[in-house]
């Protein structure tokens, strides 16, 4: 049997202003996203609670991995707040869920705070979890094009791979959706 293909890791850390050279807001826009069956890309990030988590810290159980835009806005607290009310169901079936963004974990906490989520925020503020998952690319809202986080979600498998793709999401929606699905 051939030895498992395992994706690269990632990790993310909080940027200091003015240290490094930012990318270009366009950079490694429309990046592919990893497909049903690819191992999926590794990564460590600074969670809402300061502590730092990895992907491989949750081998043996599905992780829900959603991306979104910002915290504390209206799409993404309907999200997050979907998420949260479903959250036992999701724990009783094995899973976790990750929520992504390029928010520090300071905006994470009170995000957290303010709405009682019971799962981590990951912050990616470099965006290097969000370009590994292809969840970076051109928007359109209200007639403006711009480069930003794709409302996406990744259902990975206790094997490491990706078991479900979820491109576009509804926020109200989606939650029940993927519980659905595991």
């Known amino acids: 049997m051939p030895a498992k293909k395992k994706a690269p890791a990632v990790k993310s850390t909080p940027r200091k202003v003015g ?3 930012q990318p270009s807001p366009d950079a490694d ?4 996203r990893p497909k049903i069956g690819d191992p999926a890309p590794g990564f460590s990030a600074t969670a809402t609670d300061g502590s730092m988590i990895q992907l491989a810290d949750f081998a043996s159980k599905n992780v829900v991995l959603y991306f979104y ?3 504390d806005t ?3 607290t309907k999200e997050a ?11 009783q079936k094995g899973a976790v869920v990750l929520g992504v963004s390029a928010d520090s974990a300071k905006s994470h906490a009170k995000f957290t705070e303010k709405f009682q ?3 981590p925020l990951l912050a990616d503020e470099d965006r290097q979890i969000v370009r590994a998952y292809g969840a970076w690319g051109e928007k359109t809202f209200m007639g ?3 480069f930003g986080i794709l409302r996406s979600t990744f259902l990975i498998g206790p094997d490491g791979r990706i078991r479900a793709v979820w491109p576009k999401v509804k926020p109200e929606e989606h939650a029940a959706e993927v519980l659905a699905a595991i």
Not at 29 to 32: K, N, Q, V
Not at 84 to 89: E, I, K, M, S
């Open 81 to 91: 707040c979907a998420f949260r009310d479903v959250y036992r169901q999701l724990q």
């Open 69 to 71: 835009p910002k915290d």
């Open 144 to 146: 403006r094009k711009f």
């Open 117 to 119: 989520l019971p799962f």
């Open 74 to 76: 209206p799409g993404c």
């Open 29 to 32: 826009a429309g990046l592919p």
């Open 19 to 21: 240290s490094q050279k």
